[in-house]
């Protein structure tokens, strides 16, 4: 028996360091090129990037297309160590496109829609397998969104995705409809739009923990930066749609800005976006929070250096800190490509370059995993469970084996004790008790989800005179950058 287990713990050995000598093959060190427009998807420890515009290139293409950040461990922005994936096949090239994590083990990055190279639309969906590293074009049945440019995704704890509105360069529109793509089962489905905000793209959308869609802002070809003195809640249970009006001290008309939920489930932040004539949002005027329990809008005091203001870019929630990549706005020999905002003090945001892994698990009202949670479903959480396994597994062999011999040599004492006799002369032996002391193990795997808004046709159609200044062009403001 102990051979055998020595024998199956030099087998998982060999296949580890063969996994990780093909994982080593697949990546490498690389400084990336400017981007905006892209997504970012944070899935198991890794944030994955892709796609996107680049000034750097003629045919507008980032190099590398598809990359990755290791956040399992403690960094500095100043020292950022990407990792490019471009060597894998099939990578579908796409920028203003909407990414999410879903799937049946949640370790999947669902991508739908956006604009190719040639700035044709997309109208698919694609997946990537975190763990094996292969993409894949799925043919789901239903009618997929009419929008497919500039759509905000957002994830329920189910694995739906739901996608809102959006930009179709074939008909010339923005929408307003609703759909939602099913990650798990791979189905779409049409919501009704009955009293749902006007059409827009590039707006903010935020998932709170009552399972309700928070949508604001945007942009809209009749009137342009739309304004946030009233936001627009989904009842992602009763599919129904409600507005509140907004106070305090208000944010400017804007659009292409991120937005995350605060740590205490009772806020949002946004940052950056744009603004009127496609201006970039002042510095000053970057950060907002909004009260989701009054609907009160204020600036929150924030210390550290204040980074230029983004836009076109993408934040991620990741522990305690707003995690903010690329964009337009900023220079790379100034600034890095990542900025960290840590909000885990309610009191005093703080702009930092450093990354502490030790601050990435506080506590928050929404699961940090999708649907169906199988944390130990990674190769290298297998290959380490059976090694460790294999290793309790020696040690109860083992000790079984010594307590059976000492068991064994007790009976014989006691089958030579004296059964009569002056009880002076007599050795009792006494033999423990044994007692199972079992340990239990248990730990909080919480839930991410990845909404992908879907598309909804809108009867919103474009009458609007080419010379107006208040209507600028999709191509300009969201197609063509």
Known sequence: MILLNIFLINIIVGILFQLLIEVKSQITNVKPSLRNAHTATFINDKLYILGGVSTDFPNGIPNPPFLYLDVSNSFDTNNLEWHDLTNINN??????????????????????????????????????????????????????????????????????????????????????????????????KNISSINAPSARVQYGAVFLPNNIILYMGGYNQNVGPLTLNEVYLFDTINDIWTTKITYGSIPSPRYSFSSVLGLDGQSIIIYGGSGHNNGFINQEDSVYVLNINNFNWYIPKISGQMPSSRTFHKSVLIGNYMVITFGEGYTPETESDILLLDISNNEEYVWTKSFNIKNTTPFSPLPSTGPNPNPSSSPAA????????????????????????????????????????????QKIIQIPSEKDSSRAISSDHSQEILLISGNTKSSVQQNVDPNSSKNEAISEVIVQK
């Not at 763990?131 to 929008?147: A, C, D, L, V, Y």
């Not at 059976?404 to 002369?425: A, C, I, M």
């Open 382 to 425: 297998v290959i380490v469970g059976a090694i460790i396994g294999s290793v309790i597994g020696i040690a109860i062999t083992i000790g079984s084996f010594f307590l059976y011999k000492w068991r064994k040599h007790v009976k014989k004492q006691d089958d030579v004790l004296p059964t009569s006799g002056d009880e002076e002369d």
């Open 91 to 188: 990578i579908p090239p796409s920028k203003y496109a909407a990414a999410i994590k879903g799937g049946a083990n949640n370790s999947t990055l669902i991508i739908y829609g956006g604009q190719n190279s040639t700035n044709l639309a997309i109208d698919l969906v694609d997946t990537f397998d975190t763990q094996n590293n292969i993409w894949n074009t799925p043919n789901i049945p239903g009618i997929p969104p009419s929008g497919k440019v500039s759509i905000i995704p957002i994830v329920d704890y189910n694995g739906l995705m739901y996608l809102f509105g959006g930009y179709s360069p074939e008909l010339s529109i923005y929408t307003n409809e609703m759909f939602v793509l099913d990650t798990i089962n791979l189905s779409w």
